[in-house]
């Protein structure tokens, strides 16, 4: 297994949040391991059902436990929501810490179930980083294939295709519909190819909804869904203040570029496009800065620019009292002036910015007061110290 970054605190219950495959029992097993622990997995039918059926059997298990363990850990509790009243309870009533996983806190929300607020932390796992890879990171291969734990731990190409399209087919589709998250099955499943195509574009609801026979505001709850189940995240327009009229309307990338990659068909080909090498770059990016922002808890908020004149910046970080980072993502080598043309129009109408480039030169240099950095240094800089 590759070391994860994630700090959790031993200190405290907590919720750990994350896609089904990003690691989270793996990682857990290690922190936790039984029998020193008590494991309770809820994808497991008969566990499932007893638990369903009678939520208080668990205040019962822990009785008849001697000597009482220090942890429980409960994998996938959103498959039974009513535990964790029980959870609460035994929490005020017992020394005992409670582990708590899940791949929806939106089925927690929707049955309205006791999310301990005050009494569990709540943490998120993600597919892997290139920091967690190591020496292990090959970033064709990261861009092809995406950074779940399984498929990085898969020893061919053909394994890691079948592995995807299977972890398609039985999680992003039916999983999500046995969750009862949606409730018509044809248009989510082309929605999830069309969020594909769209990855990293500027959401069009209306076009979307026309072509998968629905109405706009159905579409807006399936990327809620994707959302909510850590399957993707929104990347909204920033609020800055510039001269020219910014869009408004949000991006939305998918949490894996494999996944990704076998919902719009792009894992056949044997090469990308420049342009698609470009559109899998910056989603790399953007999936690290999410990750690890969250991970050594930065505060940094996330978000694009883009006018009706035709300037974009790919990525501006923000957090309070910190100078905001406008950010250009070029997966060339070999940056050029022209490359730079949006970020030095954004800096002289807003000089105090900082304003990035990252790309793949080897060495960083400093051209109009706009820093061209290798990728892998700039996010070592800003997150320094972790």
């Known amino acids: 297994m590759f070391p994860r970054i994630i700090n959790i605190l031993k200190s405290d219950s907590f919720f750990l949040f994350g896609a089904r495959g990003a690691g989270k029992t793996s990682l857990l097993k290690i922190l936790f391991p039984p029998p020193s622990s008590f494991w309770i997995d809820l994808l497991e039918a008969r566990q499932e059902r007893l638990f369903s059926d009678a939520p208080d059997r668990l205040s019962e298990t822990l009785d008849k436990l001697r000597p009482l363990p220090e942890w429980v850990v409960i994998d996938e509790v959103q498959k039974v929501p009513r535990l964790l009243d029980v959870v609460h309870k035994e929490i005020e009533s017992r020394q005992v810490k409670f582990a708590l996983t899940g791949s929806s806190a939106r089925k927690l929300r929707r049955g309205e179930a006791n999310l301990l607020a005050g009494r569990a932390f709540v943490y998120h796992l993600y597919p892997l980083t290139a920091r ?25 190409d053909e ?23 949606v409730r018509n099955v044809v ?9 594909a195509q769209s990855n990293g574009a500027i959401i069009n609801l209306s076009k979307i909804a026309a072509d998968i026979g629905v109405d706009p505001k159905t579409v807006r709850s399936y990327f809620q869904i994707l959302e909510d189940t850590l399957l993707g995240m929104f990347l909204p327009a920033t609020g800055f203040s510039v001269r020219k009229q910014q869009l408004q ?32 770059f910056e989603h790399f990016i953007i999936c690290e800065w999410h990750r690890l922002n969250s991970y050594f808890r930065f505060g940094y908020s996330f978000s694009y620019l883009r006018t009706k004149g035709g300037l974009e910046i790919d990525l501006v ?4 009292r910190s100078t905001p980072i406008f950010i250009e993502i070029k997966s060339t080598g070999d940056v050029q002036p022209h490359h730079l043309e949006h970020l030095k129009a954004v800096k ?3 000089p105090k910015i900082r304003a990035v480039c990252l790309c793949q030169e080897p060495q960083g240099r400093l051209v109009d007061g706009i820093e061209i950095v290798n990728w892998r240094d700039g996010l070592r800089e800003i997150f320094a110290g972790t």
């Open 132 to 156: 967690e890879l190591g020496s292990a990171f090959d970033l064709e291969a990261v861009l092809k294939w995406g950074t779940l734990p399984r498929v990085m731990a898969l020893d061919s």
């Open 159 to 181: 394994r890691r295709r079948l592995f995807l399209e299977s972890y398609v087919d039985t999680y992003l589709r039916e999983e999500v519909l046995i969750e009862q998250l």
């Open 187 to 195: 248009p989510f499943r082309k929605f999830l190819e069309l969020a």
């Open 249 to 280: 309307a949000p991006k939305f990338y998918l949490f894996d570029l494999g996944v990704k990659n076998v919902l719009d068909g792009t894992v056949t080909k044997e090469r990308l496009s420049s342009r698609e090498a470009g559109m899998a």
């Open 317 to 320: 970080a923000e957090k309070p």
């Open 348 to 350: 002289s109408d807003r």
